[in-house]
């Protein structure tokens, strides 16, 4: 099997935008990797789907490489929404990840149809359909996180 690559979204809040932050990433189960930002591009051969919470092994402090959307809102009535969106191609499995944050969902799902349909285009990808996770959160009480993840893979500092 290739690389699964697991597409999950995630809210949090907490006294902070950063520690809003970490609840997301612990709701979405990897809060204890370093993340490593990975630009758009999905390896031939790869899995990719949706999943409620990622299900990662890993020492604590790993490196986790992975694509990911997030967007903070700190004050009160402030929304925060994040997506991504992602196509490939049904016979070699290569493909195209996008990302948008904002501050309304119209708004990310406005991006992200433009964006995944500019990018198949660019990269000669059938036009076969996209697959997109969005999550939001409205700050009623503390600030909050709205987080999309896909993870690659992990590796240790070992490997270095």
Known sequence: MGL?????????FGPTALAAFD?????AG????????????????AV?????RQRRSGEWGDRLYAVWAV????LLGQEAWAGVSWVQDPER???????????????????LYASIQNLRKAHQLPDVGEHTVVVGTRCEVQPVCALVIAPFASAGWDSL
């Open 4 to 12: 699964q690559i697991d597409v999950t979204g995630a809210t949090g």
């Open 23 to 27: 609840d997301a990433l612990m709701s």
């Open 30 to 45: 990897v809060s204890n990797f370093n993340l490593v930002r990975l630009s758009s591009m999905i390896p031939p051969g």
């Open 48 to 52: 990719v789907s949706q999943s409620s």
């Open 71 to 74: 967007q903070k809102a700190e």
């Open 93 to 111: 499995g290569h493909g195209v990840f996008v990302e948008h944050e904002g501050a309304s969902e119209l708004q990310v799902r406005e991006e």
